[in-house]
């Protein structure tokens, strides 16, 4: 019986040193920390991000009071109480905007909206009316600003005679 010839003797390569040396980790611990100092405040700085938010959705809901006025063939007023406003259609039965801001939404009143705590409302006028073709009677200037530092302004804008909702830092 033929025997079967040796097998070639098996070289393992010698195993290369995996990870990384105290220096390199300290070295990178030590940059995430510096890093994070400067970029942790302004990550979870949420007020300029709400206060964003909130004039989209304050310019959102003027376009919806000028679609209402076009759509229901009524005026529509768009009234504002100090830290809050409401949309008002005024039908056959609504009257102009009320002297309290109503705690819930109704049909003659579909959008009530509070501010959040961190931002204030300023209205030049304080109601701004959209007619049954969706114009609205004057130039309305919504600013909001950051209450707690004050140092951020966001100004939304309705253009006089096209009804055009803009927003301004």
């Keep these: 019986m033929p025997t079967r010839p040796p097998l070639a003797p098996y070289n393992r390569p010698q195993q290369a040193s ?23 405040p302004k990550a979870f700085n949420s007020s300029q991000m709400t206060l964003d938010a909130q004039a989209r959705t304050l310019a959102s809901d003027l376009q919806r009071a000028q679609w209402l006025a076009t759509t229901t063939g009524y005026s529509v007023y768009f009234c504002t109480f100090g830290n809050a406003y409401l949309v008002q259609i005024v039908n056959p039965v609504g009257t102009a905007c009320p ?71």
Excluded: H
């Design 18 to 40: 995996a990870g990384f040396t105290l220096f390199e980790s300290v070295l990178v611990i030590l940059i995430l920390g510096i890093v994070s100092v400067y970029a942790a």
């Design 99 to 169: 002297a309290s801001l109503p705690a819930q939404t109704s049909s003659s009143q579909p959008v009530v909206v509070t501010l959040d705590k961190q931002a204030t409302l300023s209205a030049t006028p304080t109601a701004l009316l959209f007619g049954s073709l969706g114009q609205p009677s004057t130039t309305g200037s919504f600013q909001l600003n950051s209450a707690p530092s004050g140092n951020g302004t966001i100004t939304v804008r309705t253009a006089a005679v096209t009804g055009l909702v803009s927003i301004s830092p």
